[in-house]
């Protein structure tokens, strides 16, 4: 549920953070006619990494990092301090977004209300800057000018909101000291906790897979951090390949880490070429720290069953033993149907379906292209 709200704020309304910036965002998010999703919904970032999250099914506010539970020591109304804002924000959003579904003339369908907040510090010059916007359904909604103390309205239906927000002088004021005074302040007191965490750098596992051998191989990294400056490609004598290669989405894990696939078109490469391919992963962040892994058959991990495949005997060896099982299970059910002992009859062939054939189920893990 987490990633998907976090996939849906950033894709929506998240400002792009970059790596010279530290950033504390909240977000806030009502759904209307969304399956299975909470009705409410708030989740803390800090540099894009969820650190909060609080929903309408549980009404509580959990932490998200280790980093954390070392903070919450220091300030231990500090969560609970979050959980009572979404509940005060809980009840007017769920009532803001029935508002926009009946002035913009909406009956049904899947509707979305969304407002991003909070600031950014530059790390080398310490300025601030402090962002508070709307979304509806996809798109932006209105947005508060901090410089100006004035509300943008980009469409129409925002109009009458902004004439409104616009007269209440002393909340913009108030907003306007929070984004840029106590949300930098607050930054900086998570940073001493965060920064170790947030800075760090994990290598991934990288894998070279294929299911069969007419297939593209895919090169899997996983469990990798931070995803920001994470780099992976496909390269042929020391230069970049673009022919016959796609690419695969950064993706997050659920320890939050990260894993990202390239694909190569093997059938399109000669496979005397083979040993001029690479697959490549780095962090572009200047240490020089290549993974290298080539296009080597020995290493594939494959679903190929022939002859021949070290992996594939190997699974051609289980089957033959599995089949041979599965024999004298029949042979030894037919001898209990010919003494019509219906009793040890379907005693026996329960161990058979729900014991046995499990155990020779076989299931590998490859890219799904």
């Given at each position: 549920m987490l990633k998907m709200?976090?996939?849906?704020?950033?894709?929506?309304?998240?400002?792009?953070?970059?790596?010279?910036?530290?950033?504390?965002?909240f977000f806030l998010t009502a759904t209307l006619g969304v399956p299975k999703m909470p009705k409410f919904m708030g989740v803390v970032m800090v540099n894009n990494e969820p650190v909060g999250y609080y929903d309408s099914h549980t009404n509580v506010a959990v932490h998200k990092q280790t980093w954390v539970q070392e903070y919450l020591k220091k300030d231990r109304q500090h969560l609970e301090w979050y959980a009572d804002q979404c509940r005060a924000h809980q009840s007017d959003f769920n009532a803001d977004i029935y508002n926009l579904k009946r002035r913009s003339n909406q009956t049904g369908g899947v509707h979305i209300l969304q407002r991003v907040s909070g600031c950014e510090v530059d790390k080398g010059t310490g300025a601030v800057s402090g962002f508070n916007r709307y979304g509806y359904n996809g798109e932006d909604f209105i947005l508060l000018d901090m410089d100006t103390e004035t509300w943008i309205a980009p469409q129409r239906?925002?109009?009458?909101?902004?004439?409104?927000?616009?007269?209440?002088?002393?909340?913009?004021?108030?907003?306007k000291h929070f984004y840029l005074n106590d949300c930098a302040q607050w930054i900086d007191n998570y940073m001493v906790y965060a920064r170790k965490f947030l800075d760090r750098t994990v290598h991934p596992k990288v894998a070279l897979l294929q299911k069969m051998p007419w297939s593209v191989v895919c090169c899997h990294a996983t469990g990798f951090y931070p995803d920001h400056t994470a780099k992976m490609f496909w390269r042929k004598d020391g230069k970049e390949v673009r022919n016959h290669v796609a690419?695969?989405?950064?993706?997050?894990?659920?320890?939050?880490?990260?894993?990202?696939?390239?694909?190569?078109?093997?059938?399109?490469?000669?496979?005397?070429?083979?040993?001029?391919?690479?697959c490549v992963f780095y962090f572009d962040n200047g240490a020089q720290d290549e993974m290298v892994t080539a296009l080597d058959k020995a290493v594939i991990k494959t679903n190929d069953l022939l002859p021949g495949s070290v992996f594939g005997g190997t699974v051609m060896v289980l089957l033959l033993l599995a089949a041979g099982v599965l024999v004298a299970g029949v042979l030894v059910a037919c001898r209990f149907?010919?003494?019509?002992?219906?009793?040890?009859?379907?005693?026996?062939?329960?161990i058979l379906i729900h014991v046995l054939l499990p155990s020779f189920c076989l299931k590998i893990p490859l890219c799904d292209r």
């Open positions: 709200i976090k996939l849906i704020s950033v894709l929506l309304l998240s400002p792009m953070t970059s790596s010279v910036k530290d950033s504390l965002s239906a925002a109009e009458l909101t902004k004439v409104r927000w616009d007269a209440e002088v002393a909340t913009i004021q108030f907003m690419a695969g989405e950064i993706l997050p894990n659920h320890d939050g880490t990260f894993q990202k696939s390239v694909y190569l078109n093997v059938s399109a490469v000669p496979e005397d070429e083979w040993a001029e391919y690479e149907r010919r003494r019509k002992d219906s009793g040890e009859y379907q005693k026996f062939m329960r």
